[in-house]
């Protein structure tokens, strides 16, 4: 574990205002369609943050030409991330991307913590903890 993990890590969950909420729809899975969204009126937004993996230096500079070729938006649109950042981390973790030339995990030391902050929104039967 690095400085960063556990640290970082936070769940926060709030309530919409109606004005809000009238243009939001739920993106929790359906019960009653596998691979469907639910599509009620969300009334929830949850922000969840957390060390996402470790990085080395050479991943973090791949990574960075991608977000620049539009990873950063196609992660927007499919709401899997709204926010990345890389802190340097003290504690040398492995480094967890894959390595595609090497087909296995880097394994080189990670010189920084992934931070991805997402942001979701549930009806209320989706919620998830937090807001009465």
């Not at 369609?33 to 969300?42: F, P």
């Amino acid at each position: 574990m690095c400085e960063w993990c556990g640290k970082v890590d936070k769940i926060e969950t709030t309530k919409l205002a109606p004005k809000e909420a009238a243009e939001l729809l739920c993106e929790d899975e359906s019960e009653y369609e596998s691979g469907e969204m639910c599509g009620a009126q969300a009334t929830y937004r949850t922000k969840a943050r957390s060390v996402d993996m470790h990085i080395c230096e050479r991943h973090l500079k791949k990574l960075k030409e991608d977000m620049d070729e539009g990873l950063g938006e196609l992660l927007q649109s499919a709401t899997l991330a709204q926010r990345i950042v890389a802190k340097p981390i003290q504690n040398k973790e492995r480094c967890e991307e894959f390595d595609w030339d090497r087909e296995t995990e880097c394994g080189k030391p990670a010189d920084y913590a992934y931070i991805v902050t997402q942001e979701t929104y549930s009806c209320d039967q989706h919620k998830i903890g937090g807001a009465p």
